[in-house]
């Protein structure tokens, strides 16, 4: 009919109109310039101004069809909230004419759909068309009650496409909001929508018996209390069910039920989307019957829920979610939390029925919002009748202890591989936060770990809920932020599509940001928690924590990657991986001494006490270990022919091996701890460009104004632990340990031995005895960190090296200080 309005202008409106829910500056922008479009009414002649309005208004909601209307919603409600208390009434006004234009475009396009060219197109305008009466009808429903009568014989379209059953649904939603507001609606047009629902609900597929149950609902509940009518329908499934169970127990393996299972899941689902809308133990429907409805109806579903086949387990479950809105309290017997929590924890249970268990959980708490909403505006009606309130408060109540039940079960779907697990577990938490049904602490880690999921959306949902919570609860997040760490870890390795390749701590992508980065963005404004939160992430590196290594790489990788703004920041996280270096790598080489020195009392002369006192501040454990390191001192000024040196200390040591090979994994598994922190400290130095004599100044009791300048981050800096990341993927933990691999353990043992008797730059004073000491423990440095380039390594560059006695070296004093 109508020519389409121009796309540029439906999508310009579109993005605009997302940002109705932004900061107060963006928000009033909109509502103004969709008032200026939309809501101010047209002068009565001007028909194309008129139909240029309904053209672009349906495009944009045809065009958020699958996005959602919320938008739509908020910026009516906000529109007509803004005149409630003015005399002269505008946006209602102009409400009133494109809800009355929009019902004569549905009459034309209805007409145009005898015409085949043009069917497709006026079928889709039909949609949107009555799709936007519906969302006025949500926000005004008395815009409509004029236009009822006119929307009844859309109950009765034939269907045969998509938007057939998308106009079905839609003019059902319609008149469930507006039959109850009409004054005196006559007995034939109630009789008719009663019979039109009641053929569609036996005809089709579950959306259109869900919408058209609630219909009825809405029409017998508070229109014509036709009960005896209602009653009817649900003994037709009811009873079918009851054979269908009993005809199973008799024989599970019957071909009967096989036969009729349409039957058996139409009448799961319809039974429970009944019981959703109408409560059948009142006396207007059982009549004197002292049964009770409620248990027969959960005893059938809960029967099917224990059937073989998945799809009538999945309806059973359905209905029972139905079935509890009208009746929450039957998620508090025994059987139902028995069912709800092992499918929700069982790893092995098909993700179908968990999906489904979120889902009942999130649509009855999305009804239970829904229903206090009400309550709340019916009590601001008439404020007198205190006990409007208490029923509120006992409605809360209810859904409070229920997710008490299921909250624990709700937060471990968090580590699940499959997002759409993950995606209704987090709608589910964040309903019970926004209805303050628990304490908000219990969730802060797992929100934490959320805000790591790949998906944007899911990120950007739980990190809302985080500062949300931050705003009302100061200290919330800093408490649980490590917690958080540990559990966000978890949770990608729950993600992880390769078990093969190790976590990493940030996004691969062009910003290479820390996966935990809103975390320490929440964090870092506070000096006190900043600090206590990055001291605790460094403690996990200490020898005695006992930290997984893929961990370590995970924290390693978000500290090498978060937002730092100020150079306090990264130049505190060096300072203490100093003070972490000097007291775990001891501890390190002391251990693997250790082992040593056993080996050599069983293997060689019963005692060595004299020689183990005579080389202990050598850090030397055994004979054989004493004649390779004598030559250390020495070596200091000797040149590059110390290779065959070092090659005569690691035969060495190599001797004095234990046959035992378990100290030698542990001592390679514990060093990646110190790898990890010396190329975290070196990826920081050179991403901020610190020279060392920079960060061997630093003193954490300084005042924070010396160190508050901005940071002039490099570009191409990379965070790559290649020793590391050899380590995990080679799963040497687990393998077996062969020559060449204890050569390099070692090997790697020497340069750590080399590198702790330099980590103090002065302890001679000598000309030129600083700058050797530096450049011995740079070339251990480079040596366990695997060479390359100085860039994303940790070996010194040559300008830092030109000036060693002002600056130290790789790892600056700490005894010094």
């Known amino acids: 009919i109508e020519q389409p309005t121009f796309p540029k202008i439906t999508e310009m409106c579109v993005k605009m109109i997302r940002r109705v829910n932004d900061e107060e500056g963006i928000k009033k922008l909109v509502n103004e310039t969709f008032q200026k479009l939309w809501f101010t009414p047209t002068p009565h002649h001007d028909k194309e101004a008129m139909t240029r309005k309904i053209l672009n208004i349906t495009d944009v909601v045809a065009a958020c069809r699958d996005t959602g209307y919320d938008w739509f919603e908020q910026l009516l409600q906000n529109l007509l909230k803004s005149e409630e208390d003015a005399s002269y009434k505008p946006v209602k006004k102009a409400c009133t004419q494109l809800v009355d234009n929009l019902v004569e475009h549905i009459l034309k396009y209805e007409e145009s759909l005898s015409d085949s060219d043009n069917k497709g197109v006026n079928s889709g305008r039909l949609v949107a068309c009555i799709t936007t009466l519906f969302l006025f009808s949500k926000i005004r429903p008395q815009l409509m009650v004029k236009h009822a009568m006119t929307m009844q014989p859309y109950l009765t379209t034939k269907c045969s496409t998509q938007n057939d059953f998308m106009v079905i649904c839609n003019v059902a939603k319609i008149l469930e909001l507006v039959v109850p507001l009409m004054e005196h609606p006559s ?106 409805i409620k248990d027969k109806v ?56 968990k999906i489904q268990v979120l889902k009942n959980l999130q649509t009855y708490l999305q009804e239970e919002d829904t229903r206090m909403q009400q309550a709340d505006r019916d009590w601001k009606k008439v404020a007198k009748q205190e006990d409007l309130k208490e ?153 005695t924590a006992k930290t997984e290594v893929n961990m370590l790489l995970y924290i390693a990788d978000n500290l090498a990657c978060f937002p730092y703004q100020t150079q306090e920041e990264p130049l505190f996280i060096m300072h203490h991986i100093d003070i972490t270096l000097s007291v775990s790598g001891s501890n390190l080489l002391q251990s693997f001494k250790e082992s040593m020195v056993k080996d050599k009392k069983k293997e060689r002369k019963p005692s060595s006490d004299e020689e183990t006192e005579s080389d202990s501040n050598s850090g030397s454990g055994s004979e054989s270990e004493e004649e390779a390191s004598k030559p250390r001192r020495l070596r200091k000024r000797v040149d590059s022919d110390s290779d065959s040196d070092e090659e005569n200390d690691i035969n060495a040591v190599m001797k004095c091996l234990p046959e035992n090979s378990a100290p030698l994994i542990e001592f390679a598994n514990v060093s990646q701890g110190i790898l990890l922190l010396l190329m975290l400290k070196q990826h920081l130095k050179n991403l901020c460009g610190f020279s060392d004599s920079k960060i061997q100044k630093y003193s954490p009791s300084e005042s924070a104004k010396v160190y508050d300048k901005a940071i002039n981050r490099k570009t191409g800096v990379h965070f790559h632990p290649k020793q590391t990341l050899d380590f995990l993927r080679s799963d040497m933990a687990n393998s077996k340990i062969t020559e060449e691999v204890k050569r390099s353990i070692v090997k790697q043992y020497l340069d750590f031995k080399l590198l702790m008797e330099h980590l103090d730059p002065d302890e001679e004073e000598e000309d030129g005895e600083v700058s050797a000491s530096t450049n011995a423990r740079n070339k251990a440095i480079t040596s366990l960190l695997g060479g390359g380039s100085p860039k994303n390594n940790a070996a010194e560059t040559e300008d830092d090296e030109s000036d060693g006695e002002d600056r130290g070296g790789g790892t600056s004093g700490v005894r010094r200080r």
């Open 187 to 292: 007995e034939t047009f109630l009789a008719t929508i009663e019979e039109d629902l009641m053929k569609l609900i036996i005809k089709y597929g579950m959306t259109v018996v869900q919408h058209c149950v609630s219909c009825l609902g809405a029409v017998v509940n508070k229109v014509t209390q036709n009960y005896k009518f209602v009653w009817a329908c649900f003994n037709r499934y009811y009873g079918a069910l009851s054979k269908l169970k009993n005809q199973h127990q008799e024989d599970p393996n019957s071909t009967i039920l096989t036969a009729n299972k349409p039957a058996l899941l139409r009448s799961l689902f319809t039974v429970g989307a009944l019981c959703r809308h109408f409560d059948f133990d009142q006396e207007d429907f059982k009549g004197n019957s002292k049964v009770n």
């Open 391 to 543: 029923m509120g408060d006992i409605s809360s109540g209810m859904s409070s202890s229920i997710m008490q039940l299921y909250l624990k079960q709700v937060l471990e779907a968090f580590f699940h591989n499959q997002s759409s697990v993950r995606h209704f577990a987090l709608n589910v938490i964040a309903l019970t936060l926004n209805q303050g049904l628990i304490h908000p602490v219990q969730c802060v880690p797992y929100l934490i770990a959320m805000g790591t999921d790949p998906e944007p959306s899911m990120r950007n949902k739980a990190d809302q809920q985080l500062v949300e919570i931050d705003k009302k609860y100061a200290g919330f997040i800093h408490m649980k932020a490590v917690a958080g760490m540990k559990m966000s870890y978890q949770v990608q390795q729950a993600i992880n599509t390769c078990p093969k390749d190790p976590v990493r701590g940030f996004r691969h992508d062009e910003s290479s940001s820390a996966l935990c980065s809103h975390l320490y963005s929440m964090i870092r404004g506070n000096r006190q928690h900043r600090r206590a939160f990055l001291i605790s992430l460094l403690n996990l590196f200490d020898d």
């Open 298 to 353: 959960l005893e059938l579903l809960m029967y099917f829920t224990k059937h073989s086949d998945e799809e009538v387990q999945t309806k059973a479950i359905i209905g029972l979610g139905f079935a509890f809105i009208q009746h929450p309290s039957l998620m508090f017997e025994q059987e139902v939390k028995t069912l709800y929590n092992s499918i929700l924890s069982d790893k092995s249970c098909s993700v179908n029925l």
